[in-house]
């Protein structure tokens, strides 16, 4: 049987999960009804604790960095978890 907190969880999780698909097909609606399309494309691929950053965007950087913060964090919860 769930917990209360774990359902919660769960259904969060998959609303966040249609919300990126709804946004996802937004943009390219409105990229593709654009009559000044300029296709840039980037992304993060996270491989364990290890993010790998590409991208043809200024936006790059910033995913990179957050890709670090990401790892760290990671690293961080799984040091901490062993403690316990």
Do not use: D
Not at 25 to 30: E, S
Not at 63 to 73: K, R
Request: glycine share 12%; charged share 10%.
């Amino acid at each position: 049987m769930m917990t209360m907190k774990g359902g919660v969880l769960i259904i969060a999780g998959i609303a966040m999960i249609f919300i990126g698909f709804l946004l996802v097909f937004i943009g390219t609606l409105m990229t593709a009804t654009s009559e000044e399309a300029e296709v840039e494309s980037g992304g993060v691929i996270m491989i364990g604790p290890i993010p790998i950053v590409f991208g043809t965007q200024r936006g790059a950087t910033l995913a990179m960095i957050l890709a670090i913060i990401l790892m760290l964090l990671w690293i961080f919860m799984a040091l901490l978890s062993r403690r316990v």
